[in-house]
C-alpha cells in the first residue's frame, strides 16, 4: 500500500504466497516510499494464504513440463513489467521457466527496474545450468539472493559484485517467541503434555519436516538405534507426514527402536507445534535443511545437520559448528549419532549451543535484515532503469 505522494511501485511475482512469506512482504510494503503488489500462482505446490499489509493476487499459469524437471509458462511475469503498474519487478529467478527473460527483456525496453530473486545455484546444479542460471542473471539489472555463500560463488563465476544483493531468508520470529512464552510460563501444562505424550524425563532428539527422501531421515533412526546403549532414555520425535512414513515406520521397528520413536503426522500452528521443541534437547535434521533451522533455533535448539553444503539448502549456513549445533559427516550414522550423544549427554555444551541457536534466530537471521538486502536489491534496480 502507498505510504509516500510518488512511491516506488514494486510488483513481486512469486510461484506461491505461502504463510512464511508474508510478513516477509508485509515488512517490506512498511518501508517508506515503498508500494508493494505480489502476483502469485494459482496452482502453487504449498497452501497459498491471504496478503496482510500488502496487495496480491493469484494468476494463472501452465505447466509445459514435468519430468525430467518442471518448466513453467508465467503470465505473471509480463503482468509484473507492466510500467502502467510497477517501476520495479521482482521475479521468479528460475531456469525453468522460459517466460522469464523475455519478461526482463519487455521490462527494460519499457524502463521497468528488474530484480531477479533465488537461490542463485542448486544442489542439482551441473555445469550447463549454472552457466544458463548466470547467462539468465546478467540480464536483470539486479539479482537477489538467499545467502552470502551465493554471492561469493557467483563473484567468483565473473558476475559483477555491484549487482548481488543478499536478503538472509528468515522467519518471523514473533509468533514463535509468543508461543515459547506462553508455554514456558505454564510449566504444569508443558509436564502434563510430556506425560500425555509418552516422553516424560525423556532426552527427545526432534525432527520437523516433510518425510521424503531428501531430508535423510533414516540416517537419524539409524543414529538413534547405536546410541540406545549410551543414551538409554532416548525418544526421537519425528513431526511430519510425506511418501517416506510407512518406510520410516519399518525402518524404526526393525531396528528395535519402533517403542522409542513417535511419529506424529503432521501438526500445524505454533502453539500445537511449541511444546514439541520446548520438550527437546536437540533438533536433528540430516540433510536438505532449509527454514526448519531458523524454527528450531527460535525456541533455543542446538542443530546437528550436514557439514556437506552442496546438499543443503541455503538457511543451513546459519549452522556454526560448535556455536550453535554440530556439523556431522553426510550418509555416515556413526558421525551423527556421536554429535548426538555429545549434546544429549554434555549439559555444558548443550547450554552453550542453545544460547547460540536462540541469539542466531533472534539476532542475525531477522525479518528486518532481511527485509534491508531486499529494499536495497530494489532501489537499486530503480536507479538502473531507463524510461523510454
Known sequence: MP????????????PALPAYRVPVFAELARRPGLSVEVLYSDRAKVPNVQALGFSARAVRERRLLGWPREV???????????????????????????????????AKRRGVGVVVWGHGYSIRDTGPSRRLRNWIGRQAHAILLYHHHAREMMISEGMDPERLFVAQNALDQAPIQTAREHWLSRPDELERFRRDQGIEGARVVLFVSRLIPDNRTDLLLHAASSLMTQ???????????????????????????GDRVRFTGAIYGEQALAPWFLSSMVFCYPSSLGLSVLHAMGYGLPVVTSSDMSRQMPEAWAVVDGKNGLLVDLGQPASLA????????????????????HQTALERYTLANMVDGYEAAVRYAKSRAKRP
Open 3 to 14: 505510504n509516500s505522494p510518488n512511491p516506488i511501485r514494486v510488483r513481486i511475482q512469486q
Open 72 to 106: 513453467r509458462w508465467v503470465p505473471a511475469q509480463f503482468m509484473a513489467v507492466d510500467p502502467a503498474h510497477a517501476d520495479v519487478a521482482v521475479l521468479e529467478y528460475n531456469s525453468g521457466v522460459p517466460s522469464l527473460v523475455p519478461a526482463i527483456r519487455k
Open 231 to 257: 543414551v538409554p532414555d532416548l525418544v526421537v520425535a519425528i513431526v511430519g507426514d510425506g511418501q517416506q512414513r510407512a518406510e520410516l515406520e519399518a525402518l524404526a521397528a526393525r531396528l528395535g527402536i
Open 338 to 357: 556421536g554429535a548426538l550423544g555429545r549434546v544429549l549427554t554434555d549439559e555444558q555444551l548443550r547450554e552453550r549451543l542453545a544460547r547460540g541457536a
